[in-house]
């Protein structure tokens, strides 16, 4: 083993993956700094295979070090810039939302709401990144490189696919949750609000609204958002039936009104 080679391993095995004394690679104080062989091996290769081995493999070192530190570091440090390519965050926003997807078709709505939020976390992490804040997110992305380039412009069928992907997600989110056992009707008309602020007359978030209007006892918003579903599709079934229910909620409200003013 060269000399170059036993202080490395030494330097190694004493830090368990890292430098213990923070000095410089080769020749940077410790006891075989004296060595005349140590002392070469500082000064600028010339032609000799074995010094050429041993350079290499002291890079070698020097790239399984940094690879394993970021591996410590939860894999925050991102060594490709290519991997940071908005086109790359878009994709991956959208396989979480299509693995989403089928989880809400096999039935594991709980896997499904994971997704739908992995892809959104993606989405607005981005936003965020190219100076589009969504100012509804309080929690920011930890999932996102922070490397990608504020400068950086998404092309119009990007911006369309993340738009797309953010709306289906929300409506997805909603319908997951009135699946549940115990639904929480106040994130089931949250997560509709922000899709209708985006699209007005999007069905799926007006009916749900008006669903989640009427368990939430609020008959007025109900019918509203359920008149404006019925318009987008005048033959759904489920729509009329709640209009029924909210309509015979508010005509017992007046009734019960009118009775306490007598």
Same mark, same amino acid.
């Given at each position: 083993?060269?000399?170059?080679? @036993? ?5 190694? #095995?004493?830090?368990?993956? *890292? ?7 080769? *020749? ?8 005349? +062989? ?36 939860? *894999? ?11 086109? #790359? ?24 709401? *994971?997704?739908?939020? +992995? @892809? ?91 669903? @989640? ?22 033959? #759904? ?18 009734? +019960? ?6």
């Amino acid at each position: 083993m060269s000399a170059v080679k @036993a202080g490395i391993d030494g330097r190694v #095995d004493s830090g368990r993956g *890292g430098f213990a004394d923070g000095s410089s690679s080769v *020749g940077g104080g410790g006891g075989g700094c004296g060595s005349p +062989r140590l002392q070469q091996c500082a000064q600028p290769p010339n032609n000799s295979n074995s010094r050429t081995k041993d350079t290499r493999y002291y890079h070698h070192q020097q790239q399984q070090l940094q690879l394993q530190q970021q591996k410590n570091l939860g *894999g925050s440090m991102w060594k490709q810039p290519s991997h940071c390519e908005p086109a #790359d965050v878009v994709r991956r926003a959208l396989d979480f939302k299509c693995q989403g997807t089928q989880c809400y078709k096999d039935k594991k709505y709980r896997e499904a709401i *994971g997704k739908y939020h +992995r @892809a959104l976390l993606e989405i607005k992490g981005l936003c965020r990144v190219l100076g589009d804040p969504d100012p509804s997110s309080k929690s920011p992305s930890c999932l996102l490189p922070t490397t990608i380039s504020k400068f950086t412009t998404l092309t119009d069928e990007q911006k369309g696919a993340m738009e797309n992907a953010e709306l289906e997600c929300y409506n997805s989110l909603a319908a997951c949750l009135l699946q549940m056992e115990l639904v929480n009707y106040e994130r089931v008309k949250e997560y509709c609000l922000k899709v209708l602020h985006k699209e007005g007359k999007n069905f799926k978030a007006l009916y749900r609204s008006g669903v @989640a209007y009427y368990h939430l006892g609020d008959f007025q918003k109900a019918l509203y958002y359920l008149k404006e579903s019925h318009k987008q599709e005048p033959s #759904d079934t489920n729509v009329i039936r709640y209009i029924q229910l909210t309509e015979m909620k508010i005509r017992r409200k007046a009734q +019960r009104e009118k009775k306490e003013a007598t």
